[in-house]
């Protein structure tokens, strides 16, 4: 059994933490405001954890923006992840 990811080790220096930045910003409900939030996530120094918490935590991490992903591209990188692989038999 492997351990769920943790919730991200916050410094202060995240985008999303900045004082100066509306929380809506990452909500995912403007296109806009998505968009400077993706372009943001992609330098925070916690984009790896915070990925990993929101594939890891679906329920909680159902709605906004996640390490520059959309709840749309969560599911799929979820599906993509956590499929069963299938099993091949080869005749001889």
């Not at 995240?14 to 939030?37: H, M």
């Not at 120094?45 to 969560?74: K, S």
């Amino acid at each position: 059994m492997t351990a769920l990811a943790p919730y991200p080790t916050l410094t202060g220096r995240e985008p999303c933490r900045a004082p100066d930045v509306s929380p809506k910003t990452w909500d995912g409900e403007d296109a806009d405001a998505t968009a400077y939030a993706q372009a943001q996530c992609l330098a925070c120094p916690a984009r790896t954890q915070c990925l990993a918490y929101a594939l890891d935590h679906p329920a909680e991490t159902v709605t906004g923006i996640w390490a520059a992903t959309t709840p749309e591209r969560r599911n799929a990188l979820r599906a993509e992840f956590f499929r069963t692989p299938t099993t091949t038999t080869e005749s001889r």
